[in-house]
């Protein structure tokens, strides 16, 4: 195998010079026709431009020292013919002419040069360019089939966790309860997490494929609300909703995927909850209008910087401030996935005199919701 590849490179070596030396001699033939035509007729008679044919042809075949000697040598021939073989007086006009032929030649060696400069440029850049998008599509792969395998043995020790708490495996005490219960907590996040990374990486690649039905913003919101209880609690902070302006519970309808958008309001509520100091609250505001409905998520933290605001909603982003939690920079992405697979939009903006606003704005299903209210008036 090893005497195969050398005999190939071999071949190769030898194919290349063969192309060198056959430029070469292609090259000194132009020249040679060139020259017998400028120094068989009178000065008169330009054929100089003609040079201009192995100017161009050394530009893709030699170095750039070696199309410099050419160009030279094609000036020098060209003023050359001046004086040799006619020895007559130099009419103005022939000594003006070939002297733009010169600078004819010369102008077309440079910018053959430059052309040349450009397209080993363009050609390094695309070579990096794929080797970059290489690198990112074996990195998402690597990811997306690392998140994938994590899932079983996660599952697997929180099945276990339940197990032990259940007490399959015998009686637990209850400070040995609160240490399961940890556990399992950080096990879930763990698993969020790497749900979370399964499908960024799966949107990217194949997009976001919704299950479209009626949804009710309002009691969505609601039924988080209640799976994060333990968390606000944990935290010390309150969550409240309310409706905008009114004070009355009201319906959100939109047509859109529940599950996927119950992804959002976990994300942004979990954002405004660790962003929240102690002892203050979190608030929900629901506000309907006639062609969409709009949901803010609005926290007391130390808000944004102009810095971070126009990267919030990027891929990993993070944050340089006091303000953002420790995270893997993927629940306000995904979030941003979601609402603009359901052709909404997504924003963030500060909230005066200090906190931050996450807010979601989605296209509203008013027909239903009156249809749902005629059905539901009693006859």
């Known amino acids: 195998m090893k005497i195969l590849r050398n005999l190939l490179k071999i071949k190769k070596n030898l194919q290349l010079q063969e192309k060198y030396w056959r430029g070469r001699w292609s090259i000194a033939l132009l020249f040679a026709i060139v020259a017998l035509m400028e120094f068989t007729t009178p000065s008169d008679y330009v054929f100089g431009y003609l040079y201009t044919g192995p100017i161009l042809l050394a530009n893709s075949r030699l170095s750039r020292g070696v199309k410099l000697q050419i160009t030279l040598l094609a000036a020098a021939l060209t003023l050359l013919n001046l004086f040799f073989p006619d020895r007559e007086t130099i009419a103005l006009a022939t000594a003006a002419n070939r002297s ?74 209850p400070s040995q309860q609160k240490v399961l219960a940890t556990m399992a907590r950080s096990h879930k996040i763990t698993l969020q997490l790497v749900e979370t990374m399964l499908d960024v990486y799966r949107n990217d690649t194949e997009g976001l494929k919704l299950k479209l039905s009626p949804v009710n913003l309002a009691a969505l919101a609601e039924e988080v609300i209640a799976t994060m209880l333990d968390l606000s609690a944990a935290r010390r902070v309150y969550i409240s909703m309310s409706y905008g ?22 994300n942004l509520l979990t954002n ?44 990993f982003y993070q944050g340089n401030s006091d303000r953002q939690a420790k995270g893997s920079g993927l629940g306000l992405y995904l979030s941003r996935q979601i609402i603009e697979a359901h ?28 249809s749902l209210s005629i059905a539901n008036t009693p006859s």
């Open 100 to 173: 733009i032929a010169v600078m004819a030649l010369g102008v077309t060696g440079y910018l053959s040069d430059r052309n040349q400069q450009y397209e080993t440029a363009i050609a390094q850049t695309k070579a990096q360019l794929q080797s970059q998008q290489k690198l990112a599509s074996i990195r998402e792969d690597f990811v997306s089939t690392l998140s994938h395998d994590l899932k079983t043995p996660m599952l697997g020790a929180i099945e276990t966790i339940k197990a032990f708490q259940s007490a399959k495996f015998g009686d637990v005490t």
């Open 245 to 266: 302006e009114s004070d009355f519970r009201r319906s959100l309808w939109v047509n859109g995927d529940a599950v996927q958008l119950e992804r959002v309001f976990v």
């Open 272 to 315: 405004g909850i660790n962003h929240s100091p102690r002892g203050d609250k979190v608030e929900i505001v629901m506000e309907s209008y006639p062609n969409y409905q709009v949901v803010k998520v609005i926290d007391s933290g130390l808000g944004i910087t102009a810095e971070e605001l126009p990267h919030l909603f990027d891929r």
């Open 343 to 370: 052709g909404g939009i997504i924003w963030a903006e500060n909230k005066l005199p200090q906190g931050a606003v996450f807010g979601f704005r989605l296209p509203a299903t008013p027909a239903y919701e009156t």
